[in-house]
């Protein structure tokens, strides 16, 4: 497989760190003009540094709406146009049932399911046929494990939202898709569990029919995959890439 992603403009969120960060170097080295986005402006001029000199940044926080207008403002002033959407942007916490707060509550539901939704609708005008949307999912969507309900339930959500969404933008010529990862070696994941990131790591390790946790790189090549025109009769799909983790 080799996609090609020359004059095609890609917008990838919350790609300042981890998954997003490697989607937005995958896409740049498939040859996209690539415009990060994140929360943090040193993050942000970091990640920049590991992509080409097409690539820009801009701050923006998903789950308020007034700095994502001004973002697709200025993609609509500089670029005119999206042809690849990553709704990358995510967090989750633990707040096993008894300790759920409605704090951590919001939080999750503001960035992983308002934040996309408004991503990708505040997008569309400037989305046309032939483009796409990729949304990273979770293998929590269907398998959240302990301590995960309300992290899991963002994930499903977006499941059910983008089975609905398919069919109102029916003959827009926009595919929308969710990119699930299981565990995948990233600093928020090593964070999950603060000073027993190794025993977090093996232990995923060991319960994973592939025997190992996932590579930034792996989800990268899926999502670009899903992207590209090759993947042009999915849509509506929740891809997993997880080693098997979430069909056991
Ligand atoms: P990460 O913390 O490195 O990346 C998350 C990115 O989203 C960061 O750049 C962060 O700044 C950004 N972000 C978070 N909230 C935001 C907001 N309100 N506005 C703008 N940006 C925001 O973590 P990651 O592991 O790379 O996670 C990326 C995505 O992958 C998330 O959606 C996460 O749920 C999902 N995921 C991760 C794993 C894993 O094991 N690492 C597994 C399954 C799914």
């Keep these: 497989m080799n996609h090609s992603f020359e004059n095609k403009i890609a917008v990838v969120t919350g790609a300042s760190s981890g998954i997003g960060l490697a989607i937005a170097q995958e896409l740049t080295a498939l040859g996209a003009t690539v415009i990060i986005t994140g929360r943090d402006a040193d993050k942000l001029t970091s990640a920049i540094s590991t992509l080409g ?15 994502l207008d001004a973002f697709y403002e200025h993609i609509h002033t500089r670029f005119g146009r999206i042809d690849i959407l990553i709704a990358n942007a995510g967090m989750g916490e633990v707040e096993p049932l008894g300790q759920i707060t409605p704090e951590k509550f919001d939080r999750q539901f ?10 990708v609708q505040k997008a569309l005008p400037l989305m046309g046929q032939g483009s796409s949307v990729v949304i990273t999912g979770s293998t929590s969507s269907i398998n959240p494990g302990a301590g995960l309900s309300v992290y899991g339930a963002t994930k499903a959500a977006l499941r059910a939202m983008v089975r609905s969404w398919i069919l109102d933008i029916k003959g827009a010529g926009i595919r929308i898709n969710i990119l699930s990862p299981g565990p995948v070696d990233t600093q928020s994941l090593r964070d999950f569990l603060p000073g027993k990131a190794e025993d977090l790591l093996q232990s995923l390790s060991e319960r994973s029919p592939i025997g190992r946790i996932g590579r930034t790189e792996e989800i990268a090549k899926a999502v670009a995959f899903l992207a590209s025109d090759d993947a042009g009769y999915i849509n509506g799909a929740e891809i997993f890439a997880d080693g098997g983790a979430s069909q056991v």
């Design 53 to 67: 000199p097409d690539a820009s940044k801009f701050q923006v926080d998903v789950s308020n709406l007034t700095e």
């Design 110 to 119: 503001a960035t992983n399911v308002r934040g996309i939704t408004f991503t």
